[in-house]
Structures are given as structure tokens and as C-alpha cells.
């Protein structure tokens, strides 16, 4: 895996590429050793965003099937017209959370100050050119593109305490 410049909001920001496997890819704790998107059943369509089963990762909908993308964890974009989509949710995080690529070491991508609940903004860009890279090899200079923002927030007024927190439906 290697770096990218990325040009969201810093250009001195390095974002990691990581690997989009059916059409997801995640961020999750170590410990999530499967994680799988909570999906709201009455949804008509995938959102780019949703927690983890787990409720302490998340699952960012690619328009890719599978290959590679770009994702950069940093702050609000100075423009966010710059980028094509945007989702939110919340999540309660407790540990550093990681991108997973099968072979490859984890690599950190978010190690909050503290544990506590956080909104989760993503944006994206290029989603829509390059559903099958293998159709298409020589698309791989316009990958897929996300940024992902952290912002902690006080626990929901409606959520148990932390150890038994289930994530918002």
C-alpha cells in the first residue's frame, strides 16, 4: 500500500490506498475480526456510510466492486463543492481504528484522544468512472477518492451507558 498526496484541504497530507473488496471497504477496530455493515432495512439504496455491526467501525460504500482507492482521515474540506458525495453516522469508538487489506499489515488510520461517541462525515469523489477496474485497466489514475472526518460529539441523550451503546438505527 502506498501513500498519496492528497489534494482535499492540506497538501502536505499523506492518505493511504487501501483495497475496496464487494464494493466496501473498512475502518474497524483490530478486534472486529469480520466486520460487517448495519445496514438500516428500510433503505432503498446503500448508504456511503453506515457503522459497524459492531458499532465501533465503519463501512464505506465503493462504487468500485474491487481494487483500489484512496482514503485520507483529516479535517473538514476548505471546499467541500470539491467532492461529489457526502455521508454521516455515528459511532462509538474505543480503540485505534485500522484499514485491513488481506496480506498486508493494518494500518492505523484513526486512534481517537479518548474513547467516546464521534460523527463520522465522509466524502467521496470519482465513485461513478470506475465500477470494474478489470474492464477497464487503464482507469486506475482516476481511482476512487475519500475522506474521512471525526468529529467527537456528547453521548446521544437517548443511548444507555457506553459499555452497553448500540449504534442509532
Do not use: C
Request: hydrophobic share 40%.
Amino acid at each position: 500500500m502506498a501513500g498519496f498526496r492528497s489534494r482535499s484541504h492540506d497538501p502536505g497530507t499523506v492518505g493511504v490506498r487501501t483495497f475496496a473488496e464487494a464494493a466496501l471497504f473498512y475502518l474497524a477496530p483490530i478486534a472486529d475480526d469480520g466486520p460487517f455493515p448495519d445496514w438500516r432495512p428500510e433503505l432503498d439504496e446503500v448508504p456511503l456510510v453506515a457503522p459497524t455491526v459492531a458499532g465501533s467501525g465503519i463501512a464505506i460504500a465503493t462504487g468500485i466492486k474491487m481494487g483500489p482507492v484512496l482514503v485520507e482521515v483529516g479535517g473538514l474540506p476548505d471546499d467541500p463543492g470539491n467532492w461529489e458525495e457526502h455521508g454521516s453516522t455515528q459511532v462509538h469508538i474505543r480503540e485505534p481504528l485500522v484499514s485491513a487489506v488481506g496480506g498486508h499489515e493494518p494500518i492505523t488510520m484513526f486512534s481517537p484522544a479518548a474513547a467516546g461517541h464521534y460523527r463520522v462525515d465522509v466524502y467521496a469523489v470519482n465513485r461513478e468512472i470506475n465500477r470494474d477496474l478489470a474492464r477497464k485497466p487503464k482507469a486506475r489514475k482516476n481511482l476512487e477518492r475519500y475522506l474521512v472526518v471525526f468529529t467527537p460529539i456528547q453521548q446521544p441523550a437517548e443511548a444507555p451507558d457506553a459499555a452497553d451503546y448500540q449504534p442509532p438505527r
